[in-house]
């Protein structure tokens, strides 16, 4: 079958780092997407990997390795906007996303 | 521009009832999807289509059913609401449906049926 995996919950400090791993097994893979979501919200798209190695888009950079089945979201310079939850997504051999059950970020003062 | 639109908002129903959940999109993107949102659980896709004029089923399509007649709309019907079908429901569209588009969801519809 095809699981997404990725903490139910993490906790952090205003202004910190924080970085909150995705492990996956599916059936092919497209791409791997991170999107945030805030509570009562609809998903936003973060970022897009599908080659090896980090891709960096301001204080938020995610990273890939197809040959482990891993990818992280690592948040920078942490904001009390970033409390939020982060889903992690793999596009698979149908060009359908897998979705992770999503990490709830708590950022705390 | 508005991006993409969802109707209604919220949506109480009685078991055995027919409703369909609205979803617009001025991107003119060929894509679009329904997912459903429960908690604990990942997005489940119940429907796709790939451009206007086909769909497709996804992972959670029974008791759900959607048409594509034009590019913007993409409706999804519920012929007979069972309890199990409360949930939030979210319409996205992309592109096209090949690696690296990302997709763009609607505000959602949270559907309880009683």
């Known amino acids: 079958g095809q699981n997404i995996d990725q903490p139910t919950e993490m906790t952090a400090t205003e202004g910190a780092i924080v970085q909150i791993n995705c492990t996956y097994q599916?059936?092919?893979?497209?791409?791997l997407f991170w999107y945030q979501q805030h509570a009562g919200e609809a998903p936003t798209f973060l970022s897009y990997?599908?080659l090896d190695g980090l891709e960096e888009k301001g204080r938020f950079s995610s990273f890939l390795s197809r040959s482990k089945g891993y990818s992280y979201l690592l948040l920078k310079e942490l904001q009390m906007k970033d409390s939020a939850s982060y889903l992690c997504a793999v596009m698979d051999s149908n060009y359908q996303l897998i979705w992770g059950a999503g990490t709830k970020l708590i950022i705390k003062p | 521009i508005a991006g993409i639109t969802q109707a209604p908002t919220s949506q109480i129903l009685a078991a055995g009832r027919r409703m369909t959940l609205r979803c617009t999109q001025d991107?003119?993107?060929?894509?679009m999807y329904w997912y459903r949102q429960d908690l604990g659980l990942g997005l489940r896709l119940i429907h796709y289509s790939n451009t206007a004029g086909t769909t497709g089923k996804g992972e959670v399509p029974d008791g759900y059913s959607v048409s594509r007649a034009n590019t913007d709309d993409f409706p999804l019907t519920l012929a007979s609401a069972v309890p199990s079908q409360t949930s939030v429901y979210f319409c996205?569209?992309?592109?096209?449906?090949?690696?690296?588009?990302?997709?763009?969801f609607g505000p959602g519809t949270r559907l309880t049926v009683l």
């Open positions: 996205a569209s992309s592109d096209s449906g090949a690696s690296g588009n990302e997709q763009f």
């Open positions: 991107m003119r993107h060929n894509a």
């Open positions: 599916t059936s092919g893979f497209n791409g």
């Open positions: 990997n599908v």
